[in-house]
């Protein structure tokens, strides 16, 4: 989702071909409802399982599914990324803006009192710690939709300003380096355990997702 949904959007306004479109959409649809059997996405909690290899009866200690959080994040950035370009006029924009605005919904309340997410989204006592780079995606998905008149600013305005400020506050060095960044993963106790100090296998994407949520709340009104 987040490496094809951005690129399908941007060939078919290059292109001007919805054949693009279509395809991204077939993608999106067989991830969500068919992927792993019945798909990906929980309906009910509003999140995405990582793979098939999580899908229920899969748990996690305190037996609640395992939504990942850098995971979800992805999510988030590819749909913001996609409804940011792709005509309002094309027959599945709706149900992408639903999925986005139901996410951004789910994730709310789980954001922690320290203004960051955990990396197990329902599990605060799986490896609870703080984590960036989930954190930074949602601040960018809430904060885009402030800017586009999409989510209720009254609402989701502090969650954005609180986990800006905990980036700011708690993961960036003065020389730029970011810290409580998960390494290379695809589930909570990946690369664990994480830091202020410690250097992750690969950070490029940490910096990918800060500079992303930094690019929207710049904006913020």
């Avoid at 990396?119 to 605060?124: A, E, I, Q, R």
């Avoid at 589930?187 to 994407?205: A, C, I, N, V």
Wanted: a negative charge; aromatic letters at 16%.
């Amino acid at each position: 989702l987040q490496m094809a949904m951005p690129v399908f959007v941007r060939l078919g306004i290059q292109y001007n071909d919805t054949a693009y479109f279509n395809r991204m959409y077939a993608m999106y649809a067989f991830t969500k409802y068919h992927h792993g059997d019945k798909g990906l996405y929980n309906a009910a909690d509003k999140l995405w399982w990582r793979d098939k290899d999580f899908v229920a009866p899969y748990k996690e200690p305190n037996g609640e599914d395992c939504y990942w959080s850098r995971g979800n994040g992805w999510v988030v950035a590819a749909l913001v990324r996609t409804l940011d370009m792709l005509p309002k006029t094309d027959p599945h924009y709706l149900e992408y803006l639903q999925d986005y605005k139901d996410m951004c919904a789910a994730l709310l309340p789980l954001q922690r009192n320290d203004g960051l997410w955990n990396v197990s989204l329902h599990d605060s006592t799986h490896f609870g710690g703080k984590e960036m780079t989930g954190t930074a995606l949602f601040t960018y998905g809430f904060a885009y939709g402030i800017n586009q008149g999409i989510l209720d600013k009254s609402t989701y305005r502090p969650a954005v300003i609180k986990a800006w400020s905990a980036m700011v506050k708690d993961c960036i060095h003065p020389n730029g380096f970011l810290g409580w960044v998960q390494g290379t993963g695809k589930e909570p106790k990946d690369g664990q355990p994480l830091s202020y100090d410690k250097q992750p296998d690969f950070e490029d994407y940490g910096l990918g997702c800060f500079l992303l949520a930094g690019s929207e709340v710049y904006h913020l009104k």
